[in-house]
């Protein structure tokens, strides 16, 4: 079984930056993309931003050069570093590993995080 873990979440200023991480444990032989996605109160889960495996990133408009997203293949790590943050970006960040495959010739599967909470202050 695949487990997706984040963390870093909290309480922050505007203006300020956190930076989350979400590890993916388990038996997994590859993932092809590792995304964050958001939800805040009242609203539908968004698209933040993702990352192939070879490197390639997408993000939503709203977060363009403020976030930015990262990851270590051998580790399974996805990172998401978040600068000049605003009140809007709050709302509980979801880590998602797509394409998972747990070995060469298997099927592939999509995992969810349970969410970690990030609250901009005014």
């Known amino acids: 079984q695949v487990q997706l873990v984040e963390s870093g979440g909290g309480l922050v200023q505007a203006g300020g930056s956190l930076q989350l991480s979400c590890a993916a444990s388990?038996?997994?032989?590859?993932?092809?993309?590792m995304a964050w996605y958001r939800q805040a109160p009242g609203k539908q889960r968004e698209l933040v931003g993702r990352?192939?495996?070879?490197?390639?990133?997408d993000y939503a408009d709203s977060v363009k050069g403020r976030f930015t997203i990262s990851r270590d293949n051998a580790k399974n790590t996805v990172y998401l570093q978040m600068n000049s943050l605003k009140p809007e970006d709050t709302a509980v960040y979801y880590c998602?590993?797509?394409?998972?495959?747990?070995?060469?010739?298997?099927?592939?599967?999509?995992?969810w995080g349970r969410g970690t909470q990030v609250t901009v202050s005014s």
């Open positions: 990352i192939i495996s070879g490197g390639s990133t």
């Open positions: 388990g038996s997994i032989f590859s993932i092809n993309t």
């Open positions: 998602a590993a797509q394409g998972v495959k747990l070995s060469r010739a298997g099927r592939a599967y999509d995992y």
